[in-house]
Every structure is written in C-alpha cells, then in structure tokens.
C-alpha cells in the first residue's frame, strides 16, 4: 500500500534551519509529483511547495519562497524540504503528498516548531 513516511521535524531557532525529508513506498515513485503542506495550530491546511516527477520543475508558496527549497531522489524515492530563515511563522505539522496537482494523500506529518 502507499506510505508516506515524514522525518527531520524538531525545534529550530529563529533564522535557523531544517531538513524535512518524506520516505515513499507502494508506489512507482518517479512517475508522480510530490508536495508540502503544512497546518499551524488553529488553521487548515497550506500548500508549501511541490516538484515534478522529473525534478524539471519546482513550485513555492509566495511565503517560502527564496527560503525553502524542494528536491527529491528517485533512486531513493525521497522527497526533502529544506527550511532555511526560519521564523516562528513557520512553525506547524509538515506533511508530504503525492502528487502535484491533486493530491492522492498525505502522509502522518513532522512536527515544526520555531521558537527561541
């Protein structure tokens, strides 16, 4: 079945930075786009960014972008969120999604707290 597996959640400093990464399985990995959101405390859920299956092209909220950059392995079937300048706006449950324009589920989430 599909998994959608989310790590490097944590406490980060304001201005500092994060390396979000989603394990994926079940699935021909490759051949989907893949996305973030994100929900912060009391609000629904926010798209953050999302790539194509070829890595051709990458696509950013207007409130991330310049700051958090999306990639993804195929031959690891892995798709990375890194969060860099940090502030304590961002913080929120993170979750990864297959696909990039619908968006066929989304994994357990990684917490993200900015605080200092």
């Known amino acids: 079945q599909v998994q959608l597996v989310e790590s490097g959640g944590g406490l980060a400093q304001p201005g500092g930075s994060l390396r979000l990464s989603c394990a994926a399985s079940g699935f021909t990995f490759s051949s989907y786009g893949m996305s973030w959101a994100r929900q912060a405390p009391g609000k629904g859920l926010e798209w953050v960014s999302s790539?194509?299956?070829?890595?051709?092209?990458?696509y950013y909220a207007d409130s991330v972008e310049g700051r958090f950059t999306i990639s993804r392995d195929n031959a690891k079937n892995t798709v990375y969120l890194q969060m860099n300048s940090l502030n304590p706006e961002n913080t929120a449950l993170y979750y990864c999604?297959?696909?990039?324009?619908?968006?066929?589920?989304w994994g357990q989430g990684t917490q993200v707290t900015v605080s200092s």
């Open positions: 999604g297959r696909g990039r324009v619908t968006i066929m589920g």
């Open positions: 790539i194509d299956n070829d890595v051709s092209v990458k």
